[in-house]
T-cell receptor, first 113, second 115 residues
């Protein structure tokens, strides 16, 4: 019940295109849903996060869509750039200990110039 | 922004030896620190949660006698991999909750290779 399932495993997008990564969770106690970007050999960096009281959050080119009833959330990267090529992880936690994250399996994004 | 530093960033050791990895919050005090392990091309798996001055809480399946965690101050947590074996080779990443705000910051990770 702690699992967070992420898809696709890998994604190739042309420069300027939209990258979409999806996650689904099982534990209804989760109430904090961040997305992280990780470059090879580096720690993950927070991109954007959402709580279930809103259905969408946008920060620059990054948007999270959240569907509480379906227990799903997704990351949209608009105007994808080659510099966005990285591994993206969704995660979830319970706000009383929101640093205790359960991560999805990761998506390797490649943006071709 | 707040910085979490890990040292060493890379370490190679012989099988059977112990290795200590430090996680420091450089410009803030951390109420809680977390240790994750990441195998190549895999996700991050939480190993343990540590609070300053108390024993770490380990996730199911993580051997507490093999992965010793000490959280001696509000800015430092250490992970010691005891009697390391090749299967312990992994990327170890810490994160820290900033006191008062609760913001979470990740370190840059430490690559352990056991020969």
């Amino acid at each position: 019940q702690q699992q967070v399932k992420q898809s696709p495993q890998s994604l190739i997008v042309q420069k300027g295109g939209i990258s979409i990564i999806n996650c689904a969770y099982e534990n209804t106690a989760f109430d904090y849903f961040p997305w992280y970007q990780q470059f090879p050999g580096k720690g993950p960096a927070l991109l954007i996060a959402i709580r279930p009281d809103v259905s969408e959050k946008k920060e620059g080119r990054f948007t999270i869509s959240f569907n509480k009833s379906a227990k799903q959330f997704s990351l949209h990267i608009m105007d994808s750039q080659p510099g966005d090529s990285a591994t993206y992880f969704c995660a979830a936690s319970i706000s009383t200990s929101y640093g205790k994250l359960t991560f999805g399996q990761g998506t390797i994004l490649t943006v071709h110039p | 922004g707040a910085v979490v530093s890990q040292h060493p960033s890379r370490v190679i050791c012989k099988s059977g030896t112990s290795v200590k990895i430090e996680c420091r919050s450089l410009d803030f005090q951390a109420t809680t620190m977390f240790w994750y392990r990441q195998f190549p091309k895999q996700s991050l798996m939480l190993m343990a949660t540590s609070n300053e001055g108390s024993k770490a809480t380990y996730e199911q399946g993580v051997e507490k006698d093999k992965f010793l965690i000490n959280h001696a101050s509000l800015t430092l947590s250490t992970l010691t991999v005891t009697s390391a074996h090749p299967e312990d080779s992994s990327f170890y990443i810490c994160s820290a909750n900033k006191m008062n705000t609760g913001e979470l910051f990740f370190g840059e990770g430490s690559r352990l290779t056991v020969l």
